[in-house]
Nanobody, 131 residues
Framework: QVQLAESGGGSAQAGESLRLTCTTSGLTSDLSCAGWFRQEPGRAREGVAALLAADGTTMYPDSVKGRFPISRDLSNNNLYLQELSLKFEDTAMYYC????????????????????????WGQGTQVTVSS
């Protein structure tokens, strides 16, 4: 099973940026998905970015589109989430995940932002944004 560990969380002022790192025991280049999720206390886990392992295509929900680019470095098995222009409502525990199952949608492979579709999880890193 793939081991995942997040780092890079902390406190930030609104408008600032943070970069989260997910150190993994191995990133694949197969037909699977890796992604980042966040969760506030008492709320469901929400997907914020996903990446198709086969070709690096990225996908984002409308709620954070353009602000949270996801990337990877296969040479060191790291997955990254750049958090740009942070808002108070971005305060949450952030998790990375891998082993997601993509779907073929009109001939294009798409990754889900549904946490139920992912097999491997890290322990999370807290991001706290003050206004």
């Amino acid at each position: 099973q793939v081991q995942l560990a997040e780092s890079g969380g902390g406190s930030a002022q609104a408008g600032e940026s943070l970069r989260l790192t997910c150190t993994t025991s191995g990133l694949t280049s197969d037909l699977s998905c890796a992604g980042w999720f966040r969760q506030e206390p008492g709320r469901a886990r929400e997907g914020v970015a996903a990446l198709l392992a086969a070709d690096g295509t990225t996908m984002y929900p409308d709620s954070v589109k353009g602000r949270f680019p996801i990337s990877r470095d296969l040479s060191n098995n790291n997955l990254y989430l750049q958090e740009l222009s942070l808002k108070f409502e971005d305060t949450a525990m952030y998790y990375c995940a891998s082993g997601g199952r993509p779907d073929l949608v009109r001939g294009v492979w798409k990754c889900h932002h549904d946490d139920a579709e992912y097999a491997n999880w890290g322990q999370g890193t807290q991001v706290t944004v003050s206004s």
